[in-house]
């Protein structure tokens, strides 16, 4: 069974960045891609992109153009999410969550959230 | 795409059947068309994909349906562990959407 484990909590500073991982279990880099999607306090889901972990090709929602860069180290099985210029809007739950495959379009496998605060 | 899901809450009792709606701005692909339940403090699960395909150990009192600009997830013989939050959700490229959510409360 695919699982992805995201990283702790984390608090940050307006203007601060922060950097969240997902680390894959299993033989599953080879054919899907990851994406990241997040959840303010009591709303809905929110689409920020999609990173292939073997190509590092990415794709990024236009809302965070410019402030958001995903990466992978396929090494270690792992994705990183790192969003920058941090305001109280970025209070989110993020999840990663994988697309099982090319051109499947939904998500069959996600992490169990990182909830990260910004506050001053 | 936006898609827009009704009604916001839906309160049912045990044994009885729930129609939830999503309906899109535009054409959507049925291909491209899912459904996730979320449940406090969970993770979304993915119930159907590609509009009426149930996902791995789905049970078959939920099902999915729609094309075009309108879908629709049923959940037959209601339990206490459907209470959640339901999310649909489509890709057109270059971007993923869900809809805002309906909340499924069990009496």
């Known amino acids: 069974q695919v699982q992805l484990v995201q990283s702790g909590a984390e608090v940050r500073k307006p203007g601060a960045s922060v950097k969240v991982s997902c680390r894959t279990s299993?033989?599953?880099?080879?054919?899907?891609?990851l994406h990241w999607i997040r959840q303010a306090p009591g709303q809905g889901l929110e689409w920020m992109g999609i990173?292939?972990?073997?190509?590092?090709?990415?794709g990024y929602a236009q809302k965070f153009q410019g402030r958001i860069t995903m990466t992978s180290d396929t090494s270690t099985g792992t994705v990183y999410m790192e969003l920058n210029s941090l305001t109280s809007e970025d209070t989110a739950v993020f999840y990663c969550a994988r697309e099982p495959g090319h051109l499947k379009f939904h998500f069959d496998s996600w992490g169990q959230g990182t909830l990260v605060t910004v506050s001053s | 795409i936006v898609l827009t899901q009704s009604p916001g809450t839906l309160s049912l009792s045990p044994g009885e059947r729930a129609t939830l709606s999503c309906r899109a701005s535009?054409?959507?692909?049925?291909?491209?068309l899912a459904w996730y339940r979320q449940r406090p403090g969970q993770a979304p699960r993915l119930l159907i994909y590609g509009a009426s395909s149930r996902a791995t150990d789905i049970p078959d009192r939920i099902s999915g349906s729609g094309s075009g600009t309108d879908f629709t997830l049923t959940i037959n013989r209601l339990e206490p562990e459907d209470s959640a939050v339901y999310y649909c959700q489509q890709y057109k490229s270059p971007s993923h959407t869900f809809g805002q959510g309906t909340k499924l409360e069990i009496k």
């Open positions: 990173i292939d972990p073997n190509s590092g090709g990415t």
């Open positions: 299993g033989r599953i880099f080879t054919y899907y891609t």
């Open positions: 535009q054409n959507v692909n049925s291909a491209s």
